[in-house]
């Protein structure tokens, strides 16, 4: 009788080569893994069905071995970027994987609130964090945000990206930034029009969006923020709410 188990963990979606649509690899051609299950519920979360529980019977759990296969065949065995999404990909045990596409010369970008630390985050090629504003109704613990950043320890380029709807998101923003002036920050305009979680045909407000983008831009040169970067979400620009993509 065996007793190996293999680690297993909650895929809600493995999609692409698609291109990295938000942040600091906006552009770059990538594989996602998208987890399912997360510790937040964001207002405007465009996620939803991979973060609400009713839709849990849509998420699989895979073996390392098998999420590692799909990737493979997506990219078709050339090694890219895979980014790690969710939900929350730090609910997962993602070690092994990494370790895995490593070996064979994949990099490995994780998108994360910053609510929960893992050793793995070390691991990393690239780590994003993206603290929610308040327009999320979420609070931030800004000791798990310390914890991730501990945790990865310096080794992944990291990068901060947070959503701004308001001024007290944006407040919100130059506050997350003043915390942490050696990292990079990506401002991103909030899509006040996600999906809901069954229907990703749902219409985008583009011109609502660039509005506000345009008001992001506008609020960061008066503020003479030369730091900052606002970008859009390339991929809603390109496909709106679609799923998969
Ligand atoms: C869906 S989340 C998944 C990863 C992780 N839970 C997180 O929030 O960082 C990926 C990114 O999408 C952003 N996002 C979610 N809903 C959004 C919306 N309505 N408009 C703009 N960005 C959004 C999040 O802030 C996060 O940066
Ligand atoms: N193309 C593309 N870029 C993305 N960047 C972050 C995404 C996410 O949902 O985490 C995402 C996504 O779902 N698609
Ligand atoms: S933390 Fe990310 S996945 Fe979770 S509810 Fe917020 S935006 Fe959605
Ligand atoms: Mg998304």
Known sequence: ???????????????????????????????????????????????????????????????????????????????????????????????????KGHDEGYRFALETQGSIARDWFADLDYLVLSPKPP???????????????AAAAGRPQTALKIVVFDDADYLYARDVAARHPQLPVYLQPGNHTPPPPDDDDARVDIDGVMDRMLWLVDKVCADRWFEARVLPQLHVLLWGNKRGV
Do not use: K
Not at 2 to 19: D, H, L
Not at 136 to 143: E, K, L, V
């Open 135 to 149: 327009s999320s109704d979420m609070d931030t613990d800004w000791n798990s945000l310390e914890h991730c950043l």
């Open 1 to 99: 009788m065996s007793s190996r188990r293999e680690t297993a963990i909650r895929v809600s979606e493995i999609f692409g080569p698609t291109i990295q649509g938000e942040g600091m690899l906006i552009g770059l051609p990538t594989v996602f893994v998208r987890t399912g299950g997360c510790d937040y519920r964001c207002s405007w979360c465009d996620t939803l069905h991979a973060v609400d529980t009713e839709y849990r019977d849509q998420w699989t759990p895979m073996t390392v071995e098998a999420i590692w296969q799909e990737v493979r065949r997506l990219s078709g065995g050339q090694p890219l970027t895979v980014s790690l999404s969710g939900g929350n990909p730090a609910i997962q045990p993602f070690g092994e994987l990494i370790a």
